[in-house]
DNA sequence: AATTGCACCATACATTTGTATGGTGAATAA
DNA sequence: TTATTCACCATACAAATGTATGGTGCAATT
């Protein structure tokens, strides 16, 4: 039923799947700027091939009326932005390492990423290896909220506590000690709240 | 900085919120046929006071370009359709039983809903009661996955595993024995894989 | 009594948006 | 050679869209 894709259509299609991560929807003239095209005709054009070979339903006299098909709209393909260690810290890569197809739920907010856990001191949390947590940055820290910090250029992910000017990372694991970080500890920086877990569950595993 | 919004205010902000859950925004008439407006400028100007008080922010000159507000952005309430037993079967109830707040990450598709899980055979495959798992209905189930599946009017979360012409359900418990499902066994239901897991962590657990 | 804020309405207008039609050039197939 | 497909373009147009202005009725203040 589904017919190939040009590669124009196909890199007007990705443009789609994109978007829709931002849960956004474009117009015709959005994608005709954004490819360089001059007139909304050429989208208009291509959206109706694209659409004729199934892979998208467009809802006419609707602007921005474009929807992706369920196999297109079932995976989005996001950046992990790094790893985190819920025992021994792990560094935190500045370039993306890897990527995790999630399925649309896992719409992350612009202002959020997502970091992958390795480590089992937080398996009393039922966070385990392989979990991607969802991270904001721009939260403020409550105590027993789970943070994403660096310690010395390297990043953990422990359950918050502040007592008076002391913060204390702790670890769900009873073996292992809670870090102390007094005020005077400068290498030390919350990186955001852990707002989510996450675990892919469609791949088949045995 | 954030004043209080009147009550139709706050109905609209609803709504946008509700919409957002679907990925979607609308525009003004959208808004107004909704409400029985006969007028877009009655949108227009509650959306302006909705703006001045710091809960959506607009892009003008743009279609649909109401963004919400991250405080407004970042909890979705949605229903859960259910509850699902990872040992014992329980009922999947046809309304809605309950809501969580989900961040904008569970912006689930609209052909997947969810259950929450009770129960705790399924915890060796890190599935704890609590656990908001999220099942597409749409999904050809293959071996090795999780399924919702109807046995008898109840529902249970198990491993799909189809040999010949039997179907069996696994419990990662292994003090759980297989369910064996024969073709001639007419009470039985696939119905869904089990796509992800979610669990909100944003909440202080301590 | 006068003022202010709220919740609407009608009218108006410049863009934006989706859509259709017809045309060009290049590459490919019959 | 003649079609056919693909990737564009220009032009045109009705409807949708965001925005602005001015007005009405009502309730609560001042």
Known sequence: MQKELTKIQQNILDYLIELRSESKTPTLAEIAKYFGYTNRSTVQQHLQAIEKKGFIKRNPKISRGIELTFDNNYFITRPILGEVAAGNPLAIYPDSIDTVELPTIANVP???????????????????????????????????????????????????????????????????????????????????????????????VV
Do not use: W
């Not at 009873?174 to 877990?197: A, D, L, M, R, S």
């Open 110 to 204: 612009n202002d959020s990423f997502l970091l992958k856990v390795k480590g089992d001191s937080l398996k009393d949390a039922y966070i385990f290896t392989g979990d991607i947590v969802i991270v904001n940055p721009n939260l403020q820290a409550e105590n027993g909220q789970f943070v994403v910090a660096i310690l010395d250029n390297e990043a953990v992910v422990k359950r918050f506590q502040k007592k008076n000017n002391v913060i204390e990372l702790h670890s769900e694991n009873p073996e292992c000690e809670p870090i102390i970080i007094e005020e005077t500890h400068h290498n030390f920086k919350i990186v955001g709240v852990v707002i989510g877990v996450y675990r892919t569950m469609a791949k088949k």
